[in-house]
């Protein structure tokens, strides 16, 4: 399994990134998918997560309303769309992937209970 994370980079306050990971090895409609991030001295955290087949997804609460998490199956991609960035939201994203009849809140809140990761993509909000 491969999870290969994109897009990342320096924005300044208020801007957008949308970060994209490519899975490969796995059979990409059977799992939930999530964005995680982790910045110097914190704790790894969820960002977002969506499962398919129940069409439900998670936000943490300091990104509702500014990011939006969506899947194509066709493609196996998920991306994350991340408007109005903040300073606080600067740190390194991770894509993951899990197979579990866990909630997506459960599995978003507790990133150990996620398979496979990617190797991350820099977001920096800087002016």
């Known amino acids: 399994v491969q999870l290969v994370e994109s897009g990342g980079g320096l924005v300044q306050p208020g801007g957008s990134l949308r970060l994209s990971c490519t899975a490969s090895g796995l059979t990409f409609d059977e799992y939930v998918l999530g964005w995680f991030r982790q910045a110097p001295g914190k704790e790894r955290e969820g960002v977002s997560c969506i499962k398919l087949l129940a069409r439900t997804s998670y936000y943490e609460e300091s990104v509702k309303g500014r990011f939006t998490i969506s899947r194509d199956n066709s493609k196996d991609m998920v991306y994350l769309q991340m408007n109005g960035l903040k300073p606080e939201d600067t740190a390194m994203y991770y894509c993951?992937?899990?197979?579990?009849?866990?909630?997506?809140?459960?599995?978003?809140?507790?990133?150990?209970?996620?398979?496979?990761w990617g190797k991350g993509t820099l977001v920096t909000i800087s002016s």
């Open positions: 993951a992937a899990a197979r579990s009849d866990r909630s997506v809140e459960a599995l978003c809140r507790n990133h150990a209970g996620m398979d496979y």
